[in-house]
């Protein structure tokens, strides 16, 4: 069985290759990731060459050696020794063999093939479309994403210094998804306001209107404003710069400042981005009554760079997050198109995230029950408490959770609650 899948992944690729050579309207976000890397296809610019497949790439890759012997027996491919390269001899028998012995599991996720498949009306149920959708873009991987930054620094040298005061991760490498949070409806009309926004650029250019894209996130720790915030690289496409906030502060005249107008320049050459500021009030901090010089100039420069920043014009999403919003400084409240709160979770939404967190396991637990004993409990606590009741399972020999290792869960937050309070006394 193994082989026959094994027979399977190769005959797929040679079947892409060809009708990706044989149709220029195609492009690199029509090959599934694993295509894109047998075929050394790590460009979305200049004129499309043809792909090949070699064997080479399939041992790298895939870990096939001798992937020729495998396929000695096939009819309907072609081994070329010289430059150890496979193909298809005749793509409408190739097609035809890989129907009947892959059903169309393999072409609904394959877009080269979906695309062939819908065009000759080979199979029903089969959409292009749905198959790109099924497949993350190239812009979203982390070789477009290291290409863009390359370029970047041969442009400009001098950006290389404010590169060392984010971490930048491209969509591909963020875990979160939107599915693994339960949005309030009026963060998910935010959202949505914004995805039109990035829909209509060039209307919202003509008719400048520009302050859009400048979102405060506020709340208590553990609410998902971090989490919402990488999400939106994925719902976006956008890498996420995370300033360093450590690296930021400095002990020189004048460094911080100038460090944060080198994050916003690493901003604006990367874009479209997302520019990400936890702790947001750590560079925010109200200047009444501070005497600090030097905290002051950084404020300042802070408000200068959030004016000069926007969606509409540079396509970079500004998101500050903070967990005391009464700190920050009245005009850097201004200088936000959007404050979106996050409340602790209330009874419904305790029930919602703990489905969430429970699907998937074997479980008997009461969950409306656990929502109730939970009142207070952020959604970073819900997800300690789950976790803490698998593993409260595993000790024990089973994959079932129970109410009782659910409750295991919630004394740990609770004696870790208690045992903070007791500190701060």
């Known amino acids: 069985m193994a082989r026959d899948e094994e027979i399977l992944d190769l005959i797929e690729l040679l079947l892409a290759a060809e009708i990706f050579n044989q149709n220029q309207n195609l492009d690199i976000n029509d090959l599934t990731p694993i295509a894109r890397e047998v075929f050394g296809v790590q460009s979305m610019e200049g004129e499309r060459g043809p792909v090949v497949v070699s064997e080479s790439a399939l041992q790298r890759i895939l870990g096939i050696p001798d992937a020729h012997l495998r396929l000695e027996k096939h009819p309907l491919t072609v081994y070329e020794e010289f430059g150890h390269r496979l193909r298809i001899s005749t793509l409408p028998a190739g097609f035809s063999w890989f129907i009947k012995h892959s059903a169309d599991k393999r ?6 093939l979906a695309w062939y498949a819908e065009t000759n009306h080979l199979l029903e149920g089969i959409s292009h479309d749905a198959a790109r959708d099924l497949n993350p873009r190239f ?8 290409r863009r930054i390359s370029r970047m620094l041969a442009e400009d040298d001098k950006i290389r210094a404010g590169l ?24 998910v009309q935010r959202i949505l306001k914004l995805k039109i926004a990035l829909e209509n650029l060039e209307f919202l250019r003509t008719h400048r209107v520009f302050d859009i894209g400048k979102l405060l996130f506020i709340g208590p720790p553990g609410t998902g404003k971090t989490s919402l915030a990488f999400a939106l690289s994925r719902v976006f496409h956008m890498p ?14 004048g460094e911080t400042s100038k460090n944060i107008d080198r994050i ?9 981005c997302i520019l ?7 560079l925010a901090k109200s200047r009444i009554g501070d005497d600090h010089g030097a905290m002051k100039r950084a404020v300042n420069a802070l408000l200068k760079n959030i004016d000069r920043i926007s969606l509409i014009r540079n396509k970079v999403l ?16 201004r200088r936000f198109d959007e404050v979106i709160p996050f409340d602790l979770p209330d009874l419904a939404t305790r029930e919602l995230i703990l489905g969430r967190l429970l699907q998937g396991f074997s479980s008997g637990c009461n969950v409306s029950e656990i929502a109730r004993d939970t009142d207070g409990y952020s959604g970073a606590d819900l997800k300690m408490v789950i976790r803490e ?37």
């Open 240 to 253: 996420i710069l995370e300033v360093r906030l450590p690296m930021v502060t400095s002990q020189y005249l």
């Open 139 to 146: 812009e979203d991987s982390r070789v477009s994403l290291d």
């Open 164 to 187: 060392d005061l984010i971490i930048i991760n491209a969509p591909e490498e963020v875990e979160q998804t939107l599915d693994d949070i339960i949005c309030t409806g009026d963060q």
């Open 318 to 333: 500004l998101i500050g997050a903070t967990n005391h919003p009464q700190l920050l400084d009245e005009a850097a409240w």
């Open 276 to 282: 990400f500021i936890d702790e947001f009030d750590f």
């Open 264 to 272: 916003f320049e690493v901003a604006r050459a990367l874009s479209p």
């Open 107 to 112: 072409i609904k996720k394959n877009p080269v």
């Open 389 to 425: 009741a698998i593993l409260t399972a595993l000790i024990d020999g089973r994959t079932e959770l129970t109410d009782s290792d659910l409750a295991t869960g919630e004394k740990l937050i609770k004696t870790r609650d208690a045992s903070r309070t007791k500190t701060c006394l």
